[in-house]
Structures are given as structure tokens and as C-alpha cells.
């Protein structure tokens, strides 16, 4: 079956890069996503890939997919204490399932 | 753009006392819709999908039921709530793109 695993924390301090990290284990994943989640609030769709690509950019934000190792990374750049928040990988695959990691929880510290 | 709309956004409500949300969905046709439910500080339980009209698929055992009676509503129900039933719950779409409604907080009293 699907399965999504992320680490629980990351600190970092603001200015640096933050990278969280995600593996899968479903290997005709088609769509991988980032969703950011502040305190008490829903899922915001930061950015997705497709499963073709290896890297996607979108202004702070940098995608790097490994379908090899299936692993998936989201790089931020000039981290800021806004970027504090949970922040969840997902996989879609033919199963039509949408499966979620357990989040990484971010804290910037200024 | 596809969109979600689900309500309300919080709710209290008894033990016992029955349940009812519901999401629709516009920008798309025949999505795949899914009700996550989300306890607090930890990550995202997916409790049903469906892929069509009548078609559910529950991936836990629960007490919870849902239904989509139409191509773009989903509906999450109880017939009598329990303590542990207290959460975060979000419906979600996928047509290309996943999305998700903003959610609904429930306090089961």
C-alpha cells in the first residue's frame, strides 16, 4: 500500500534555507504535493510536481524529485518566521488515493 | 479554479447527537473527493474517497459514514457522536490538482 513518511521537526533560523524532507513508497505516483498549514487554519497548496519532473521552482520554494529513491525534498529559500507553520507532502497514484505524510513541524527562530 | 466550499467552519456539538457536513465542489467535473480527518498536532487520517456518484471506499473503521449523492457534494454523517470523534476534518478534491476546502473544527461535548 501508499505510504508517506516525513521527519516531525525542523528548526531553523531566519535568513537560512529550510529543507524538509519526504519518502514514498509507491512507485506509479503520478502527482506529488506541498501543502503548508498554519496554526488552526486549512491546507494551503504551496506546489506540486509531477511525477516527469525532477525540480520545479516557483520563486522561494524549489522541488527536487528522486523517483529512484522516491524521495521528495522542499527547499525554502531566505526562510522567514511567516514560514513557521506544518508543512505536509501527499502522493496521488493510479489507486486514486491521495495520501498525506504525518508533517514536518517548521520553526523559524529570528 | 476549482474550488471547495465546505461548512461550517466550527461546530460543538453533544455526545450522542447526530452529524452532518457537508462539502461541494466547483471548477470541475467528476472529481475524486475525500474526507481527511485531522486530530490535533498530528497528521491526516484519510477516512473515505470516492471516485463517482454512490461510490465510497472507507479506510477506517469508524462512526462515521459518507455519502455523495450528487457529482460535486460530499457529505460526512454521523448518527450519534462520540468523545473521539473531535477533530480538524477537511474535504478534499482532486481533479489534475488536489484541493481542499478550509475545514470544519469539530468539539464533540
Known amino acids: 500500500g501508499e505510504d508517506v513518511e516525513q521527519s516531525l521537526f525542523l528548526s531553523v533560523r531566519e535568513g537560512d534555507s529550510s529543507v524538509i524532507n519526504c519518502t514514498y513508497t509507491?512507485?506509479?505516483?503520478?502527482?506529488l504535493y506541498w501543502y503548508k498549514q498554519e496554526p488552526g487554519a486549512g491546507l494551503q497548496l504551496l506546489t506540486y510536481?509531477?511525477?516527469?519532473?525532477d525540480m520545479k521552482q516557483d520563486q522561494r520554494l524549489t522541488v527536487l524529485l528522486n523517483k529512484k529513491d522516491k524521495h521528495l525534498s522542499l527547499r525554502i529559500a531566505d526562510t522567514q518566521t511567516g514560514d513557521s507553520a506544518i508543512y505536509f507532502c501527499?502522493?496521488?497514484?493510479?489507486?486514486?488515493?491521495?495520501?498525506f505524510g504525518g508533517g514536518t513541524r517548521v520553526l523559524v527562530k529570528p | 479554479s476549482q474550488t471547495i466550499h465546505q461548512w461550517p467552519a466550527t461546530l460543538v456539538q453533544p455526545v450522542g447527537s447526530p452529524l452532518s457536513l457537508e462539502c461541494t465542489v466547483e471548477?470541475?467535473?467528476?472529481?475524486?473527493l475525500y474526507w481527511y480527518r485531522q486530530a490535533a498536532g498530528r497528521g491526516l487520517q484519510l477516512l473515505f474517497y470516492?471516485?463517482?456518484?454512490?461510490?465510497i471506499s472507507s479506510e477506517v473503521p469508524q462512526n462515521l459514514s459518507a455519502s455523495r449523492p450528487q457529482d460535486r457534494q460530499f457529505i460526512l454523517s454521523s448518527k450519534k457522536l462520540l468523545l473521539s470523534d473531535s477533530g480538524f476534518y477537511l474535504c478534499?478534491?482532486?481533479?489534475?490538482?488536489?484541493?481542499f476546502g478550509q475545514g470544519t473544527r469539530l468539539t464533540v461535548v
Open positions: 510536481i509531477f511525477s516527469n519532473m
Open positions: 509507491d512507485s506509479s505516483s503520478t502527482y
Open positions: 501527499a502522493e496521488t497514484a493510479a489507486g486514486n488515493k491521495l495520501t
Open positions: 471548477g470541475t467535473s467528476n472529481p475524486n
Open positions: 478534499a478534491g482532486r481533479g489534475a490538482e488536489a484541493f
Open positions: 470516492s471516485v463517482g456518484i454512490g461510490q
